[in-house]
Nanobody, 118 residues
């Protein structure tokens, strides 16, 4: 069974950058869209960015121009490059992947904490 493992979170100062990685234990060719959600304390989980198997991307308005999502199919990894970070970006970030097989449930990673300090 494919598992998703995130890494790259941590503490960063306002204006700084981080790159999150989400490595799948199997091939990500078996997935359609993959992406990232985040959840801040007391708030609902929100979609941050997504990328299709064909490379189409979408972003939340709050991160457009600051975050970039990409996927490396050869490495079975999805990345989220985050820049110009601010306190509003503090959250637990979760990677997800939608299997291409009809009816298969969405896969989730365990989450990685990103904290932006002033």
């Amino acid at each position: 069974q494919v598992q998703l493992v995130e890494s790259g979170g941590g503490l960063v100062q306002t204006g700084g950058s981080l790159r999150l990685s989400c490595a799948a234990s199997g091939s990500i060719f078996s997935f359609n869209a993959m992406g990232w959600y985040r959840q801040a304390p007391g708030k609902q989980r929100e979609l941050v960015a997504a990328i299709s198997s064909g490379g189409s991307v979408l972003y939340a308005d709050s991160v457009k121009g600051r975050f970039t999502i990409s996927r490396d199919n050869a490495k079975s990894t999805v990345y989220l490059q985050m820049g110009s970070l601010n306190a509003e970006d503090t959250a637990v970030y979760y990677c997800y992947a939608d299997p291409s097989r009809f009816g298969s449930p969405r896969k989730w990673g365990q989450g990685t904490q990103v904290t932006v300090s002033s």
